[in-house]
C-alpha cells in the first residue's frame, strides 16, 4: 500500500484567506484531501460528501494521545 502525497515548502508560506489542500492517494486511488485553513484542519475521505473537522487544539490532543514521533 503505497501513499502518495505531494507538496514541498522549504519556507513558512502564511495561511491568509485561502485555505490550503493536500490529496492523499493510496495505490492510485485517492484517499481523501486534508484541508488546512487558520480555523480548522479537515479530513475529507475518498469520494465521501462529508468531512470532518477539528479545531487546532482538537487536533494538538488528538496528536498527543494517538500519534507517535518520527523515526530518526
Known amino acids: 500500500m503505497a501513499h502518495s502525497i ?3 515548502i522549504d519556507h513558512e508560506l502564511p495561511v491568509s484567506n485561502v485555505d490550503i ?4 492517494t493510496r495505490d492510485g486511488e485517492r ?3 486534508v484541508k ?4 480548522s484542519i ?3 475521505p475518498g469520494k465521501a460528501k462529508r468531512t470532518w473537522s477539528l ?3 482538537q487536533f494538538d490532543d488528538l496528536m498527543r ?8
Open 6 to 8: 505531494g507538496l514541498k
Open 21 to 24: 489542500k493536500i490529496v492523499v
Open 31 to 33: 484517499l481523501g484531501v
Open 36 to 39: 488546512v485553513s487558520r480555523g
Open 42 to 44: 479537515d479530513w475529507k
Open 55 to 57: 479545531t487546532w487544539q
Open 65 to 72: 494521545e494517538f500519534g507517535h514521533q518520527p523515526r530518526v
